[in-house]
């Protein structure tokens, strides 16, 4: 049996650009805050294990993305990417996720869903509106990596960004979940990866210990498809907390002014063995990451800004094959 470690960062970074930030009011020092980010991940020892992986959500604006994926790859940290549309006569990466690999990943069959098109069940028709113009979804690649015994493995790597408002439009938001939970039951099934696990990371905008995780988390990613909430057991915190987060007290002031706070996890890592048994995944450690190198001045108002309305999640995960 080989053992190898990963270390897996999943982020919503709010990174809207300066034209759909303009647009939609989402703007807030957005070129400061996407250096700041990018520099961060740039430094190969982000992580603490050879094996790196990385979900980033809302990086919307095109070159945004680009610029993600030249100078992580020039820089050493995460030269393997897959990015749903990010070429430079786009202005929006639609689905504005974005899967990184660091050194020894390898991303293969890479895949996109669109949610947004392919998951709208009336009653009522459409989505909120800070959904209908995006393509959220999730990206699915085959990542390949070596262990140290000099055995190459695959295991299926997941980024997803759920739509928002379930209360509204329930039917849809469970289709999109179904699709999720699908696509994984699929890759590990005997016709395609029985001998792969599966990551799957990303924002769910479901809540941990709330109904909307007892509704689309629970019925569709861990009874459906198998997998496991690598939290489970365990006490993380929260990767939204509007007492200590200065980007989000930027844009929730009326929120700030009347005391009421969003604290709550919707960011999460699943796993899952493969389905034959050969490799297996257990998780070493998970943590919300709080620190002070993903900030940046602010205005006067909030004169040091976090680099996103969310703080990173990362999980340290043990992948165990047996040959």
Not at 22 to 28: D, I, V
Not at 173 to 196: G, I, Y
Not at 281 to 306: E, F, M
């Amino acid at each position: 049996m080989c053992t190898t470690d990963i270390t897996l960062w999943t982020y919503n970074t709010h990174l809207f650009g300066d034209l759909f930030g303009k647009l939609s009011g989402q703007a807030c020092q957005d070129p400061e805050r996407k250096h700041s980010i990018i520099q961060y991940f740039q430094a190969p020892s982000t992580g603490g294990t050879a094996l790196r992986l990385a979900a980033f959500q809302e990086v919307w604006d095109a070159g945004y993305a680009g610029d993600f994926a030249k100078d992580l790859k020039d820089h050493g940290g995460y030269p393997g990417h897959f990015i749903n549309d990010y070429h430079q006569a786009a202005l929006l990466n639609r689905s504005g996720v974005a899967l990184f690999g660091g050194p020894g990943a390898s991303f293969h069959d890479e895949e996109y869903f669109d949610y947004i098109t392919n998951c709208i069940s009336p009653p009522p028709p459409g989505w909120d509106k800070q959904d209908l113009p995006t393509g959220k979804g999730y990206l699915k690649v085959r990542c390949e990596f070596t262990c140290a015994e000099n055995h190459t493995h695959s295991l299926g790597f997941f980024g997803t960004h759920m739509p928002t408002n379930y209360g509204r439009y329930s039917e849809s938001v469970q289709s999109c979940f179904q699709s999720l939970a699908d696509k994984v039951t699929e890759f590990r099934s005997p016709k395609h990866h029985p001998d792969a696990a599966v990551l799957v990371a990303g924002d769910f905008n479901a809540a941990a210990n709330t109904s909307k995780y007892g509704d689309l988390i629970q019925p569709y990613l861990l009874s459906g498809a198998g997998l496991q909430d690598s939290a489970e057991g365990q006490e993380v915190g929260n990767t939204i907390d509007g007492r200590t987060n200065t980007l989000w007290q930027y844009f929730n002031q009326v929120k700030v002014q009347q005391g009421d706070y969003d604290e709550e996890r919707i960011d999460f890592v699943f796993f899952g063995n493969s389905g034959d048994g050969t490799m297996t995944i257990r998780v070493k450690s998970i943590r919300v990451v709080l620190d002070s190198a993903l900030t940046v001045p602010g205005p006067a108002s909030h004169p040091l800004l976090n680099d996103s309305d969310h703080y990173p999640l990362e999980v340290v995960l043990e992948v165990s094959v047996q040959h």
